[in-house]
C-alpha cells in the first residue's frame, strides 16, 4: 500500500499558482519525498525530491512541514502542459531497496 | 538528452502468441525497471535490475512473464504465452535515484 495520501483531483487557472497537498504522516526519518507526474499516454517523469529542507528547480518547488508529515508541490505559473496526474511517494534509498510504492496520485486539470 | 528507449510503441498479437518488449536504459544507469500500468490497478512495479542482476520480481507472474538483461544496454520482458489480461502499458525505467522513463510499450492481447 502506498506510503502517501493525496487528493484525487484538483483544477488551477492557467498562470496561476498549483498547490498540490501529500500526506505522508508515517514517514520514517530515512525517507525522502519525491513527486513525479504522468502526462496522458506518457511516461511518469521525475519532477522534485528532498528529505526535510524546501527545494526548488526549474520545475516546481516543494515544501515539507517541519515535522515531515505531509509537503506541497507548487508549480508557481501552471500551463495547459502541467495538466497530468501528480504522484507523491516517498522513498528511502538505504541498502538495495529501489522499489517506490505508487498510489493513485492527484489528478490535476489546468483550465485555460 | 539522454532517453529510455522502448520497442515496440504499439503491440497488437493474439492470446498464446510470445511477446518480447525490448528497452534501451540510459547509459551509465545501473539500474533498470519494468512497470505495468493499467486502468484498474494503476502502476505495478514487476521486475528490477541492479547491475544486470535480479534484484526483486516479486510482481512478476512468473509462469508466463521472464525479464533479462543480456548487457548493460538491453534489458527485454518477455510474456509466453500473452493473455488477454496481459494487455496493458508496459514502462521501463533506469536510475540510480530518481527514475526515467521510458514512452511504453501498449500492449493488446485479442
Known amino acids: 500500500d502506498a506510503k502517501t495520501t493525496q487528493p484525487p483531483s484538483m483544477d488551477c487557472a492557467e498562470g496561476r499558482a498549483a498547490n498540490l497537498p501529500c500526506n505522508h504522516s508515517?514517514?520514517?526519518?530515512?525517507?525522502?519525498v519525491y513527486w513525479y507526474r504522468q502526462i496522458h499516454s506518457q511516461g511518469p517523469q521525475y519532477i522534485i525530491h528532498g528529505l526535510k529542507n524546501n527545494e526548488t528547480n526549474e520545475m516546481a518547488s516543494l515544501i515539507i512541514t517541519e515535522d515531515r508529515k505531509s509537503s506541497t508541490l507548487i508549480l508557481p505559473h501552471a500551463t495547459l502542459r502541467d495538466t497530468a496526474v501528480y504522484y507523491c511517494i516517498v522513498w528511502s534509498n538505504a541498502g538495495n531497496n529501489r522499489k517506490l510504492i505508487w498510489g493513485l496520485g492527484t489528478s490535476l486539470a489546468v483550465n485555460p | 538528452d539522454a532517453r529510455v528507449t522502448q520497442t515496440p510503441r504499439h503491440k497488437v498479437t493474439e492470446m498464446g502468441q510470445e511477446v518480447t518488449m525490448r528497452c534501451q536504459p540510459i547509459l551509465g544507469h545501473n539500474t533498470v525497471f519494468w512497470y505495468r500500468q493499467t486502468m484498474m490497478q494503476g502502476l505495478e512495479l514487476l521486475a528490477y535490475?541492479?547491475?544486470?542482476?535480479?534484484?526483486?520480481d516479486s510482481g512478476m507472474p512468473k509462469d508466463r512473464f521472464s525479464a533479462e538483461m543480456p548487457d548493460a544496454t538491453l534489458a527485454t520482458l518477455k510474456i509466453q504465452p500473452s493473455e488477454p489480461r496481459d494487455s496493458a502499458v508496459y514502462f521501463c525505467?533506469?536510475?540510480?535515484?530518481?527514475?526515467?522513463f521510458g514512452p511504453g510499450t501498449r500492449l493488446t492481447v485479442t
Open positions: 525505467a533506469s536510475g540510480l535515484y530518481e527514475q526515467y
Open positions: 535490475f541492479r547491475n544486470r542482476a535480479p534484484l526483486d
Open positions: 508515517t514517514i520514517s526519518g530515512n525517507e525522502y
